[in-house]
């Protein structure tokens, strides 16, 4: 019966940050675990969003037997569009997880063909050879599951994202039974989540960012203004109920915010008391000192609600003095000068600032730390251990945290990179043929725009449509433009179109003069701006979608 | 006699990091406090090094009396050599930090005709109106200076950039007394150092991070390789007292790391033991459990040596599985990504990595937090106080730090940007008139390179000699370019001289194949590589020097 081999091929997310994606095959059937996204590094002029290159999966589209997802985060799910767009193969999560996933697929049109399948943890679901059971653990988002993969070699847990919360908000704990279960019953591979492996000890509940925000709460004489991923849902369910303890109802700014909180509400994973929300248009009027606002756009990007509201351009809240304006979240690395700039705007709106490391703390991880994942590996103790998510300096840290198993059964760790493949037969386990992997990049206009008219652009055909480059001069200490913005276009339009090019500089010109000062200081909204004002004119004009990636010149 | 207004000009490092520079004005008589760079942000392609706009200087060139150095770091004296260039004045530094600017002189053959001048704590030099004296203060390099300048409205103490080490490692203590001494007798204005203004407490003393260090040493059974800064003069005689403590002799790698503790070893302030240091040639051929390698290249910056070896592509050191790296530094915002890649690389290797914060440290800080800062406040008490050294954000809180002291002769605070001025009179301080001021970018072809032909590249002369921008597609999982690279130019080349971007395009196909594979995966790496190449090729045919722009797209 086990004459085939067992393929673990990461697609994505192993050495590299982000865009989480494992293709798991024996013989002719193919699962596949999570599907994410990440947001590409500056270097990718031009790129909003990357995904992995599904290529191998569409290869074998008649093997893959469907997609299960672990949680709703947008490093797990963000791709799922997508895949979906070329294959037609069932989704597997649980309520929450579908429910951000289908708020992507409608973005796309794509909700009515989708064969979501909601799962609870405890549920067993049979694809071809596989056995996959659901099995809850804790994170910062809700409604999480950890996947015990039953193969005819043997069982693989993969651990999706976790920390071992001790005391979650909601009351539900971490299944270490079923981890232990498994463990004892012996597991062929772990796969589990090395984002935080260079943290020693363990990682603070959930709750431990409770004191703080009280004390916030109850000691500011004006707004307090809260920033954190809207998906974070236990920790808007405390910022609700310290809100209200404190007698300030709450406002809601963004739209990931407002979606996302519907969303969990319609779901019963958020309670929200009657009378405690504001509207946004009521935001502005309500009594300062009884006013708590929660705003999306922690990484500082510059469309978000938060950027928009720290250079004074947020139709819905003026930050004044006093107001108090707390970042409940962390630097996502690549972010930090994002996020310094809209610091900086902030404090000269003259409101204080309240983020980074404290004690008590303001923000904790949803990551496990060292000790949690030796505990994982010690529950599990399997015969071959793969670290996931992360760089290749945290999978092999991860690794080294394992070695202690070698006295218990454990026989190898490999420390692989997407598009490195681990094959394992009644032999033992080795790493395979390398796959053809690699990254699609995908320029949506706005990140924090409607993407109306998404278009998948894969770099290869940059050849294709061209791309317009508007360069513009900016006068740091005055923040304005120094001459004309000059275009280089390549690819795009022959010389004939010289009125079009035209026309463009003065698009280019007049977004210019429409920005304010606090704007035109701050490359990142101008790049934005810039790029999405153009993008228009020139989809009407020539029905083509050249890159844009628009250069200012700081002099 | 004092009918004459004193004016307090910053040029650079009021809400920016980087670059600082502040003039001081009394009638027509003008001082100047420190001239540094900035390495610019990734927006700014095609830049090198950022220097402030010094028009305000020039224009008033026959007022300004002298440059007043408070020490040897590169955001306080990498501008010396832009200003020196146009104002012929005397420049007042300790005997360290002028050695550091004369290296810097002597890249731009500047150094003959520069009038430098030591001077040590306690000396007084008369400069027109001004009366200054330097007083002595720890900080992560050595022989640094605070200053007290005596006006005819008053003293003006400036920090310059300090903590207030309780033990520093070459015993000389921060000069608390005379501080004490100025406060006591009355100080007009404070200007003080904001850098860590958001860290309670106290910072450590340099000395905090020796036992993690030798346990390094003592424990590691191979190499020990350790990057810091090459300024940390202190660190550096630590880490090569603790090698010979453990039998370990040193080999130092890169142009600064050799070249500074050249310096400062003729200068006194490092004492190196016979015998302890190993010539690069001979670092790998020595016995790894006896060698410990000083590298730079903390920032991960793509031509340093410490990037190098973690490519493994220095002639002179191959790390090996077992070597133990240290950074022994912190990672200063904007270079996290570069940083990682780094790591990565190195983890690649097999070498163990320590890095990041622990306790006890393997790196502390060389500016003060909050208690230090309101030591200083306490002890000067100024009449006016104006945070220095920060972005936005930390100035205003520096300015918050001092609120207690309106009880006790404060009368105000300014939180003040590049190009704002501070006004005193008999009346009292005030905002005055905006200052045109700005920043001057510098293209140096690479960072790490000699900068033999230096040229001040204003982005105002781009027009001039144009831009070349090439753009290669590389396939990320093989390291492999797609297709031949394009080369985009603009204002640089007619029509006519196609040959010549023809051949360009060859030099960097050219400079793509002679890569190995881990370079080629490296953007930051690969974009030096072209740019120097194609710099080379373009200045030989053509003697012009555009702006050159790589533009890497990963497929």
Redesign the interface.
């Known amino acids: 019966m086990a004459d085939k081999k067992l393929q673990v091929i990461p697609l994505g997310g192993l ?1 590299e940050f982000g865009m989480n994606s494992m293709a798991i095959r024996y013989g002719d059937d193919i699962i596949v675990v999570d599907a994410g996204m990440m947001f590409p ?5 031009g790129v909003d969003i990357v995904t992995p290159d599904f290529s191998y999966l569409k290869d074998n589209a008649g093997m893959v037997r469907g997609l299960l997802l672990t949680h709703a985060h947008e490093d797990h799910i963000g791709g799922v569009p997508f895949l979906l767009a070329d294959l037609d193969i069932p989704v597997y999560g649980t309520g929450f997880t579908l429910a951000m996933v289908e708020r992507r697929l409608e973005e796309h049109a794509m909700l009515e063909d989708a064969k979501l399948n909601e799962i609870k943890p405890g549920d067993v679901v049979k694809l071809g050879p596989f056995e996959v059971e659901f099995i809850h653990v804790t994170h910062s988002t809700a409604a999480c599951v950890a996947l015990a993969i039953t193969t005819p070699l043997g069982v693989i847990i993969h651990t999706g994202d976790f920390k071992v919360d001790p005391t979650p908000l909601d009351g539900r704990l971490f299944d270490l039974h079923k981890f232990a279960e498994y463990g004892k019953r012996g597991v062929l591979l772990l796969m589990s989540d090395s984002t935080n492996v ?1 943290r ?1 000890g363990y990682t603070e509940s959930e709750r431990a960012v409770a004191p703080r925000l009280e004390d916030i709460m109850v000691r500011s004489e004006r707004r307090v203004v809260v920033s954190c991923f809207s998906s974070s849902v236990h920790r808007l369910q405390m910022i609700f109920d310290l809100a209200r303890k404190s007698g300030r109802k709450v406002g809601l700014l963004g739209r990931s915010m407002l979606s996302v909180t519907e969303i969990a509400h319609n779901l019963g994973l958020l309670e929200v008391h009657d009378n405690l929300l504001l509207r946004p248009q009521d935001i502005q009027l309500a009594e300062p000192a009884k006013t708590c606002v929660l705003v999306s756009g922690t990484q500082g990007e510059p469309m978000s609600a938060l950027s928009r509201v720290a250079v004074d351009n947020h139709k819905h809240l003026k930050l004044e003095k006093g107001d108090t304006v707390v970042l409940s979240a962390r630097m996502i ?2 972010n ?2 994002n996020i ?1 700039r809209m ?2 705007h ?3 709106r003259g409101s204080n ?1 309240i983020f ?1 490391s ?1 004690t008590p703390p303001v923000h904790v991880s949803g990551h496990g730390s060292s000790e949690e994942l030796k505990l994982i590996l010690n529950l599990v103790r399997p015969k071959y251990f793969m670290p996931v998510h992360g ?3 945290q999978l ?2 991860h690794a080294q945290l394992a070695k202690h198993l070698r006295d218990h059964g454990l026989e190898a760790s490999f420390v692989m990179e ?2 490195e493949s681990l094959e394992i037969d009644e032999k033992g386990a080795r790493k395979g043929e ?1 796959i ?4 699609v ?1 995908i320029d949506s206009g706005s990140i924090d725009e409607v993407v109306e008219d998404m278009v998948i652009r ?3 055909h ?1 050849s294709e449509d061209g791309f317009v ?1 508007p360069i513009i ?1 900016i ?3 005055t923040g304005k433009p ?1 001459g004309p913005p ?1 275009i ?1 276009s ?1 690819g795009f339009l022959s010389e004939d179109n010289k009125d079009i090019l035209a026309e463009a500089k003065k698009v280019v010109a007049r977004t210019l003069e429409t920005s304010n000062h606090e704007e035109r200081a701050d ?1 990142g909204v101008m790049q934005e701006k810039i790029r999405a004002d153009l993008k228009r004119y020139l989809t009407k004009q020539t029905a083509r979608r050249p890159l844009i990636m628009p ?5």
């Open positions: 050495g590094d500056a270097e990718l002029l260079d020693s690395p690549g930090e000068k310094m610091i900086n902030v404090a000269r600032l980074g404290m760089e290749y300096y092999s840290r997407t598009g390398r053809a992997v690699g990254r990049c894969d770099r290869r940059l480059m001069a006068d740091k200490s120094e000059e280089v390549r490359w250069v200012i010149l700081e002099v």
